[in-house]
């Protein structure tokens, strides 16, 4: 049996898309925070690394979604999609991955990483290295003549300015998101059969055949007679254990075994 009569890959994307949006929607908060120190200023930098690598999985979901006679969602999907290829160039090469010439260009970027300052907080130099990162990241996004592609200049998020450049795109990018996410849920939940207590024999039944093993073939597979025989086991390890005749009985009835 195939996967349509649980709607297994709707569903599939259904989660994918509420944890894509509970993770923006997070990030988003620890983004649009004031600064008043340090740590602050590191719990920003580490958002900031965290939020692409989000936004790249909104990408990844963006290019697998298909929903049929929706125009608007479909142009949408594809202004977006153009509009994340920078979060996947900055999640392949400082995020999900650490790129080894990056990495060497942050360390030519910003030298500040490794100046010997007596008690000097672990806290700055982390922050520097966050920041030569993330900068390297937004710096090497270049076209053909070697010009940033967003920005069309070169960031230092040292700089006012520039960090208003940066972080004003980057709301921008995450509320265009959230709301694609959100128009998609709204139209996944329309199509979704949502279960009712009369099923749950059926789907734990199915649940009690998932094979982990992620390489395999997907198989669903329902006997109202193999899961008869299942609870009744169940139901005598649960008088075994204490549970009183007159709950087993009911249960029996309940399940017609």
Same mark, same amino acid.
């Given at each position: 049996m195939d996967d349509s009569k649980y709607q297994v890959e709707s569903k599939a994307i259904y989660i994918n898309l509420m944890m894509l949006e509970d993770e923006l929607s997070y990030f988003d908060h620890i983004l649009s925070?004031?600064? !008043?120190?340090?740590?602050d200023w590191l719990e920003k930098l580490r958002a900031t690394r965290g939020v692409f690598l989000t936004l790249y999985n909104v990408k990844d979901i963006a290019n697998k979604i298909r929903v049929k006679d929706q125009p608007e969602h479909t142009n949408k999907t594809r202004s977006l999609r153009r509009e994340l290829e920078f979060a996947n160039h900055v999640r392949n090469k400082g995020i999900g991955h650490l790129d080894s010439a990056?990495?060497?260009?942050?360390? !030519?970027?910003?030298p500040l990483m490794f100046v010997e300052v007596d008690k000097q907080p672990k806290e700055l130099r982390l922050a520097d290295v966050h920041r030569a990162v993330i900068e390297s990241c937004i710096n090497s996004y270049i076209d053909s003549d070697g010009i940033q592609k967003v920005f069309g200049h070169e960031i230092d998020l040292a700089y006012p300015n520039d960090a208003n450049d940066f972080y004003g795109y980057l709301k921008?990018? /995450?509320d265009d998101s959230l709301d694609w996410i959100s128009d998609s849920i709204a139209i996944l939940h329309s199509n979704i059969e949502f279960h009712t207590q009369d099923d749950i024999q059926e789907l734990a039944s199915v649940a009690a055949t998932t094979d982990f093993n992620l390489k395999a073939e997907q198989v669903l597979h329902?006997?109202? *007679?193999?899961?008869? /025989?299942k609870i009744s086991r169940g139901l005598d /390890?649960?008088?075994? *254990?204490g549970i009183s005749d007159e709950v087993i009985s009911k249960l029996k009835k309940k399940y017609e075994i």
């Open positions: 925070k004031g600064m !008043q120190d340090m740590h990056l990495l060497k260009r942050a360390v !030519q970027w910003n921008k990018l /995450v329902y006997s109202e *007679e193999e899961s008869k /025989v /390890v649960l008088r075994d *254990e």
